[in-house]
């Protein structure tokens, strides 16, 4: 185990890749695990500072996700359940128990509020690795004889009808403990970023990975003078050092201190040293000139349609000062995407701003995936507009632009080509010369 600590102004991203190359040349399979919303962002940069660009013995990815490289055909076969079914599958164990065994929830035993909180409790439980026996512990003796004859019927339940509700990462702690896993572990090395607390699930993972051989390296941003400090309430890197130390202190190791000198701060690092200082009471003295003033500024809003077309005004101001720049440049942070989401698009919309919202996403929606599932459905469909389509929609086929892809699909859907011996013919058919053939 080996625990890693940077400054922000200091790229972990770097660092760790390079830890990924040492191990990876020291005949080591690396997995570099990101936080699910980080994942696909968390490729592009660990790519980007790789040597080659690219490395097959390094596979950037999920905790989660690492249950489909390790255990791909020993995960088991059994239905999956999402929280619909889950509260459908509740409300009919529900209905099948008298009110009258129920002591405190006999009244409300089928309100929807109600149903939706035992579908909490049950994934509470379920991801804390917990039983549903540990229930017993509750001081009120009615409900914990409520909810523990409820959870006992939702589980019978379930198990009768070989219906899955564990994670992909649950089935992978299950095959490790059973060495089900046929994976050489001393073979293995786990690269963590971007974390600064572990689920519960995640953490058993991590310890028990450990005490199979595999070599980890955990990374985090915190300050040295953070870390060191006897005194971590209300720190600018509290949960960092937090995490750190617990993890040094489950381990036995030491947190090693792979911080950069930095001649020249710019405005976000003396801004961070700043409000670090600011939580730690400690006194520090930095020069923050014009230029740190322009770099980074507070605005204070009345609304957040007032704050949003401010962000519009100045990105096209900015755009119109330094023509070098496009929109790709500009990224803006949210707290709430969702309840942003509505105001954005209409702003954005009438400041002709092209955006686009970030969000948790499948791994069916990487660009790869769906190159390899086209290319397979093409083959076994016998080239369907639609797989064809898809293909050169990934932008790994071909270097064609979106606007020859939307002529071309337009093309083929106007005239109903589809299967492979019709594709193999000569485009001719036009229509008024609207499309254009040559090209």
Not at 102 to 107: E, F, I
Not at 408 to 428: A, C, M, P, W
């Amino acid at each position: 185990m080996k625990l890693l600590y940077t400054d922000i102004r200091t790229s972990l991203t770097e660092i760790l890749t390079k830890e990924a190359q040492g191990l990876v040349a020291q005949g080591k399979r690396v997995f570099y695990i990101a936080p699910n919303s980080l994942s696909f962002e968390k490729e592009r940069a660990v790519l980007e500072c790789l040597s080659q660009q690219a490395s097959f013995a390094i596979t950037v990815t999920r905790f989660a996700q690492m249950a489909r490289y390790l255990v791909l055909n020993d995960i088991p076969e059994r239905s999956s359940l999402d929280d619909i079914g889950l509260g459908m599958a509740f409300y009919k164990c529900l209905s099948e128990i008298d009110a009258k065994d129920l002591r405190v929830y006999g009244a409300i035993k089928q309100d929807p509020q109600f149903i939706q909180q035992l579908i909490e409790i049950y994934h509470e439980i379920s991801t804390a690795k917990m039983s549903f026996l540990d229930l017993e512990s509750l001081t009120d003796a009615d409900k914990r004889s409520d909810l523990i004859l409820i959870f006992e019927k939702i589980t019978a339940y379930l198990n009768q009808g070989q219906v899955s509700q564990g994670s992909p990462l649950s089935h992978l702690i299950d095959a490790i403990e059973e060495n089900k896993v046929s994976s050489d572990f001393s073979k293995i090395a786990l690269v963590i970023d971007g974390f600064t607390r572990f689920s519960a699930e995640e953490e058993h993972l991590v310890d028990l990975l450990h005490r199979k051989g595999v070599e980890i390296i955990i990374g985090v941003y915190a300050s040295k003078r953070a870390y060191n400090s006897s005194f971590s309430e209300g720190n600018l890197y509290q949960a960092s050092v937090e995490f750190l130390r617990h993890l040094a202190f489950k381990y036995q190791t030491k947190a090693e201190d792979a911080c950069q000198e930095h001649e020249n701060l710019d405005a976000f690092a003396k801004a961070s040293k700043l409000l670090e200082s600011a939580y730690d009471y400690s006194e520090i003295s930095l020069e923050v000139d014009a230029k740190d003033r322009e770099d980074l500024q507070i605005w204070s809003c009345l609304t957040q349609k007032e704050e949003l077309e401010l962000v519009a005004r100045s990105i096209r101001q900015k755009l119109h000062q330094e023509p070098e720049l496009s929109y790709k440049n500009f990224r803006i942070l949210l707290g709430d995407v969702d309840s942003y989401k509505l105001s954005l698009q209409t702003i954005f919309n009438q400041y002709q701003i092209p955006f686009y919202l970030g969000k948790s996403e499948s791994m069916a929606h990487h660009p790869l995936t769906q190159f390899v599932e086209s290319v397979g459905r093409l083959k076994r469909y016998y080239f369907r507009q639609e797989d064809l389509v898809n293909l050169l929609r990934t932008g790994l086929y071909t270097d064609i632009t979106q606007e020859e892809i939307d002529s071309f699909e337009q093309y083929i859907r106007y005239l109903g080509i589809d299967g492979l011996s019709n594709f193999k013919q000569e485009f001719t058919k036009n229509h008024h010369g609207k499309f254009d053939l040559e090209n």
